[in-house]
């Protein structure tokens, strides 16, 4: 055979022997891009909140209204009736203190109105909250709460008989919600004081047991706070201020839950029959709370289903 003959031969085979290879590596992945771009990892999905829900609590009694605003949007929704007003009773101590504290400034609280503000929000005591109530210029904190937390429905209480009382102000549910994100924005106390105050509110306790339940005072940590998953609590403080009373003029429990955090501030009004107890709004408080919860635990495994009675 003739040497250039050879050659072209000997060529011809290389180039057999290199395309095959060449298609040997694209299968193994060596310069084939597609197959070498890493697939995206999930994103995690955002924490747990409150949000607006379809909403169904057995009732029976005067009035019922809850509210609850997203304070990342100013959205605030609930029941249809959330601008109806009920008497606020221990629930407007906390605008008190605020108030009291707003007008301190930057000046030093003393041990008196320490102990004072503590002792009217822990543990919900009457004597602290007239002396806050007086420090404050007694009827015109209630005027200055309107207008600093920009107030729709609440007007002083007109009981007959009980004309001037600080605890039967008439607040509505979505007014309730507006002064819980005006005190956790720090419009109600101030720079200086709102961290110390949602401090405050974050460590209300004692039950709806008779045992905490004083004549001056009595345990306020129920209600909202019992319908949160520990998804939620986990997250941060949880501020509150309850109030609660059992009154003899229309023989009803007036019963308000009031709790917010960074993203959420929900009220539940109520009024009912007295021997319904207090454990009775105490459940309907943390029931509302529940079903609030987005997402619902397990939401992902359940078929959405109509809901029933929607209040």
Not at 229 to 246: D, H, L, V, Y
Request: one cysteine or more.
């Amino acid at each position: 055979m003739r040497p250039r003959l050879l050659a072209v031969m000997a060529v011809v085979l290389g180039i057999a022997l290199i395309i095959p290879a060449a298609y040997a590596r694209l299968d193994d992945g060596g310069t084939d891009t597609e197959a070498s771009v890493p697939t995206p990892a999930p994103s995690a999905p955002p924490p747990p909140t409150l949000a607006d829900a379809p909403v169904s609590v057995p009732f029976e009694g005067e009035f019922f209204s809850w509210a609850l605003m997203d304070r990342q949007t100013d959205t605030i929704s609930g029941a249809e009736n959330l601008a109806d007003t009920s008497s606020t009773e221990s629930m407007i101590k906390v605008w008190f203190a605020a108030d009291y504290l707003n007008q301190l400034g930057d000046e030093s609280l003393s041990t008196t109105m320490r102990d004072a503000i503590s002792t009217a929000i822990r543990d919900s005591n009457d004597d602290a909250a007239n002396l806050l109530y007086r420090e404050v210029g007694k009827s015109a904190t209630i005027d200055r709460m309107i207008s600093t937390c920009g107030l729709t429905d609440t007007k002083p209480g007109t009981v007959p008989g009980y004309i001037g009382w600080w605890s039967f102000t008439q607040m509505s549910p979505q007014d309730a919600v507006r002064l819980g994100d005006c005190i956790a924005d720090g419009t109600a106390a101030g720079p200086t004081w709102t961290e110390f105050l949602l401090d405050e509110m974050s460590q209300v306790r004692g039950t709806t047991a008779a045992d905490d339940q004083k004549e001056r005072s009595g345990g306020g940590r129920w209600g909202i706070i019992d319908g949160l998953p520990e998804s939620i609590i986990s997250q941060g403080p949880i501020g509150m201020k309850n109030g609660w009373t059992a009154l003899n003029y229309d023989g009803n429990w007036h019963v308000n839950c009031l709790a917010v955090n960074d993203q959420w501030s929900l009220a539940v009004m109520l009024r009912y029959p007295q021997e319904s107890g207090l454990d009775y709004g105490a459940q309907a408080c943390a029931s509302v709370a529940t079903q609030l919860v987005t997402p619902q635990p397990g939401a992902a495994l359940k078929v959405p289903q109509q809901p029933i009675g929607a209040l």
